[in-house]
């Protein structure tokens, strides 16, 4: 079973509360997407379920989608990453609504702080549409600045920006931007179906990504999932036993 | 609108009566609690279960709470309702045993949580419908239902519509943080929900694991709310 015990310091740990944090959706266009068909438009929209960025710069993303339609736009995409050579494409499945989803990975370069950034305070789902990505954000005014300066840099600029409400900083201290995009990974994956617990190595194996570094991952989420219960509730977190496995057989 | 009971024992006569469970030995307490309920009110009783585990836990259960009532189970394999050109009907067993208390009866069928599934799930509700439109009558009909077992993802249009076509709901008492927060959504249709249950519903919504949507404005896991409850369910503690 997932022991969700509190740990000491995490490569992982959540992002601490930024005070003056707003909920905002940002327009971003994309780059051309070749069509799969000449005749084809994409009518429907993919999503963006979950991510991770890992300490390494990879970034491992699920992207889903229902249709033929958005069969063919995520195909296309995963083609031109690949032809690109951007990433690879780690694993494509029907989950249980019958939906596509893939997953892939990337790996940043160093001097790219967008991937770094968005990691951070991206709220999933986020939408794609052939020519645009609709990201919803928790951000501080500094953070926006940085943003905003990032995917201009990237040849992205916003064309929109909506700013919807503040944040309490006690809201956002209890799962993270990125804890949320984790979790949304988890589920991507199947990590939750049919009531068997995927082992921390067996998610790290399908992922690609480090045994130890992905447990401690798992860790952090159920802290900040406890923390949210608790909060909803108004109990108190009371600490789970100390474990050495964070995670049951399989 | 539903009216949230306390307990399966507090169903009154002319009650339909949704009880959420999450595990066999609470779905016994909750049955148990229903014929004490009916002893109380001097109603005569039947219990279907399709399973033999169970029925040995409600055996335990009522031999505890209400030994009076030991003779009232009868174990049926299957899904226990049959298929008529209208749709399906409760169990003939069922139905000839109300027929013969005009005075009222206490009736339970516990099979259909054993059978439901997302295709399906249609199906049942629609079943439930037509039986809510029995009421007004004399009798005590319950419809236990574990509340883990609804596909995530439906489970916000699930639960609200098994509220509907209930006159009253028992919610689990069961600790598991999904369990809670699955049972905000019925919470939030009930007539009568407290005040601490109230304030529960507005940290979930500030919080984003539900919100407000559909033609009604009716509460509704979010997507990150509805990945929560898939991590809460497999990881419970």
């Not at chain 2, 054993?114 to 399906?120: C, F, G, P, Q």
């Given at each position: 079973?997932?022991?969700?015990?509190?740990?000491?310091?995490?490569?992982?740990?959540?992002?601490?509360?930024?005070?003056?944090?707003?909920?905002?959706?940002?327009?971003?266009?994309?780059?051309?997407?070749?069509?799969?068909?000449?005749?084809?438009?994409?009518?429907?929209?993919?999503?963006?379920?979950?991510?991770?960025?890992?300490?390494?710069?990879?970034?491992?993303?699920?992207?889903?989608?229902?249709?033929?339609?958005?069969?063919?736009?995520?195909?296309?995409?995963?083609?031109?990453?690949?032809?690109?050579?951007?990433?690879?494409?780690?694993?494509?499945?029907?989950?249980?609504?019958?939906?596509?989803?893939?997953?892939?990975?990337?790996?940043?370069?160093?001097?790219?702080?967008?991937?770094?950034?968005?990691?951070?305070?991206?709220?999933?789902?986020?939408?794609?549409?052939?020519?645009?990505?609709?990201?919803?954000?928790?951000?501080?005014?500094?953070?926006?600045?940085?943003?905003?300066?990032?995917?201009?840099?990237?040849?992205?600029?916003?064309?929109?920006?909506?700013?919807?409400?503040?944040?309490?900083?006690?809201?956002?201290?209890?799962?993270?931007?990125?804890?949320?995009?984790?979790?949304?990974?988890?589920?991507?994956?199947?990590?939750?179906?049919?009531?068997?617990?995927?082992?921390?190595?067996?998610?790290?194996?399908?992922?690609?990504?480090?045994?130890?570094?992905?447990?401690?991952?798992?860790?952090?989420?159920?802290?900040?999932?406890?923390?949210?219960?608790?909060?909803v509730f108004q109990e108190?977190?009371?600490?789970?036993?100390?474990?050495?496995?964070?995670?049951?057989?399989? | 609108?539903?009216?949230?009971?306390?307990?399966?024992?507090?169903?009154?006569?002319?009650?339909?009566?949704?009880?959420?469970?999450?595990?066999?030995?609470?779905?016994?307490?909750?049955?148990?609690?229903?014929?004490?309920?009916?002893?109380?009110?001097?109603?005569?009783?039947?219990?279907?279960?399709?399973?033999?585990?169970?029925?040995?836990?409600?055996?335990?259960?009522?031999?505890?709470?209400?030994?009076?009532?030991?003779?009232?189970?009868?174990?049926?394999?299957?899904?226990?309702?049959?298929?008529?050109?209208?749709?399906?009907?409760?169990?003939?067993?069922?139905?000839?045993?109300?027929?013969?208390?005009?005075?009222?009866?206490?009736?339970?069928?516990?099979?259909?949580?054993?059978?439901?599934?997302?295709?399906?799930?249609?199906?049942?509700?629609?079943?439930?419908?037509?039986?809510?439109?029995?009421?007004?009558?004399?009798?005590?009909?319950?419809?236990?239902?574990?509340?883990?077992?609804?596909?995530?993802?439906?489970?916000?249009?699930?639960?609200?519509?098994?509220?509907?076509?209930?006159?009253?709901?028992?919610?689990?008492?069961?600790?598991?943080?999904?369990?809670?927060?699955?049972?905000l959504?019925?919470v939030?249709?009930?007539?009568?929900p407290a005040a601490a249950q109230r304030d529960s519903v507005d940290r979930?919504?500030?919080?984003?694991?539900?919100?407000?949507?559909?033609?009604?404005?009716?509460?509704?896991?979010?997507?990150?709310?509805?990945?929560?409850?898939?991590?809460?369910?497999?990881?419970?503690?």
């Amino acid at each position: 079973m997932w022991d969700p015990a509190p740990t000491g310091p995490s490569r992982a740990s959540p992002t601490p509360a930024v005070p003056g944090r707003r909920e905002a959706v940002l327009t971003i266009p994309l780059p051309p997407i070749p069509r799969v068909a000449g005749t084809m438009t994409y009518g429907a929209l993919a999503e963006i379920e979950g991510y991770d960025l890992a300490p390494d710069r990879t970034i491992t993303v699920a992207v889903s989608g229902s249709g033929a339609v958005a069969t063919a736009f995520l195909e296309s995409v995963w083609t031109l990453i690949q032809e690109r050579r951007l990433g690879r494409l780690r694993s494509v499945r029907t989950d249980e609504r019958g939906r596509t989803v893939a997953v892939l990975s990337v790996h940043l370069p160093e001097d790219v702080e967008l991937g770094h950034l968005l990691g951070s305070i991206a709220v999933v789902p986020a939408r794609l549409g052939p020519a645009t990505a609709e990201v919803r954000v928790l951000a501080s005014p500094h953070e926006m600045q940085r943003l905003t300066v990032a995917l201009e840099e990237e040849g992205l600029p916003p064309s929109a920006v909506v700013v919807e409400r503040a944040v309490q900083p006690a809201e956002a201290s209890e799962l993270a931007p990125e804890d949320w995009a984790f979790l949304g990974l988890l589920v991507a994956i199947g990590a939750f179906e049919g009531r068997r617990v995927s082992t921390a190595s067996a998610i790290a194996e399908r992922l690609d990504l480090d045994p130890g570094y992905l447990a401690e991952r798992i860790r952090t989420l159920g802290n900040g999932m406890r923390r949210l219960v608790a909060a909803v509730f108004q109990e108190p977190a009371t600490p789970g036993p100390p474990s050495s496995d964070p995670t049951g057989p399989t | 609108m539903t009216v949230l009971v306390p307990s399966t024992e507090e169903a009154p006569a002319g009650s339909h009566v949704l009880s959420f469970y999450a595990s066999d030995s609470e779905a016994a307490e909750s049955v148990a609690g229903f014929l004490r309920g009916a002893r109380g009110l001097g109603q005569p009783a039947i219990v279907l279960t399709s399973d033999a585990h169970r029925l040995n836990l409600y055996e335990s259960a009522v031999a505890r709470r209400v030994p009076q009532m030991a003779g009232v189970f009868r174990l049926v394999s299957g899904p226990h309702l049959h298929l008529t050109p209208e749709g399906l009907r409760p169990p003939e067993e069922v139905e000839a045993f109300t027929n013969a208390h005009a005075r009222g009866a206490s009736t339970c069928s516990d099979a259909i949580p054993d059978v439901l599934t997302r295709e399906n799930l249609d199906t049942y509700l629609e079943y439930e419908r037509w039986y809510d439109t029995l009421r007004p009558y004399v009798h005590r009909g319950m419809c236990p239902y574990d509340v883990t077992r609804l596909p995530v993802d439906l489970a916000s249009w699930a639960l609200q519509e098994l509220a509907d076509v209930h006159s009253h709901v028992v919610l689990s008492r069961d600790p598991s943080p999904a369990v809670q927060l699955l049972q905000l959504l019925v919470v939030a249709t009930a007539e009568n929900p407290a005040a601490a249950q109230r304030d529960s519903v507005d940290r979930a919504l500030t919080r984003g694991v539900v919100q407000r949507g559909g033609p009604n404005e009716r509460l509704e896991l979010t997507p990150r709310g509805e990945n929560l409850v898939r991590a809460l369910l497999t990881f419970p503690s």
